[in-house]
């Protein structure tokens, strides 16, 4: 058994479990729009999937990324609500990335459903105030400094599993 993810889409958690045992625990951002797996809903995709890229290895914390790419932009990160100046948030993906590819066919892997196409990572984001909250556009958010630890903890090839229960535990129940 190698590394594997749980993220508890209920409780906005992600476990990283290496052999069997819980390794590390973050605090993490889920859609606010829910759970599902169309394109264009914005959700958070339920299902396995797995890491098939790590994108921005080195990238000063708060460089933001469009498509992918290093934009030679570092945003500030924001601690707390009151200090974002404007109404509206906007998406953006921060510091590293972790893209997600999904393996459960009509679930989060096919036309109209997939994981990859509708590019869902693992990503920082300049508003941390929203971690452990429904905040996301159906990314998975984290802390800046949590998404460098995990993306040094964590290989392409790697299972990443979009948990709705409680305990962010497999239904096995042997992690």
């Known amino acids: 058994m190698a590394r ?6 209920r409780g906005n958690t ?30 958070t995709p339920p299902g396995k999937h797995v890491i098939c890229e790590k994108i921005g290895a080195g990238a000063v914390i708060g460089t933001v990324f469009q498509e992918r790419k290093n934009t030679g ?15 509206e948030e906007f998406p ?32 920082g984001t300049p508003y ?7 905040a996301s556009f159906g990314c998975i958010r984290m802390c800046n400094e949590d998404i460098v630890n995990l993306f040094n903890l964590v ?4 299972v990443v599993e979009l948990l709705e229960g409680n305990n962010g535990l497999s239904s096995q129940g042997d992690h």
């Not at 921060?94 to 869902?120: A, M, V, Y």
């Not at 290989?155 to 790697?158: S, T």
């Open 4 to 9: 594997i993810i749980h993220i508890n889409t």
């Open 14 to 43: 992600l476990a990283l479990y290496d052999n069997g045992k819980q390794e590390k625990l973050f605090a993490v951002s889920t859609s606010k729009f829910g759970i599902g797996n169309v394109y264009g809903s914005n959700q």
């Open 73 to 87: 932009i570092i945003s500030r990160v924001y601690k707390k609500r009151k200090e974002y100046p404007y109404e």
């Open 92 to 123: 953006c993906i921060t510091t590293r990335i972790l893209w997600l590819k999904g393996l459960d066919e009509r679930l989060n892997k096919g036309e109209g459903i997939d994981s990859k196409e509708r590019k869902i990572y693992i990503h």
């Open 128 to 134: 941390e105030y929203d971690i452990g909250k429904f």
């Open 155 to 158: 290989e392409v090839g790697d």
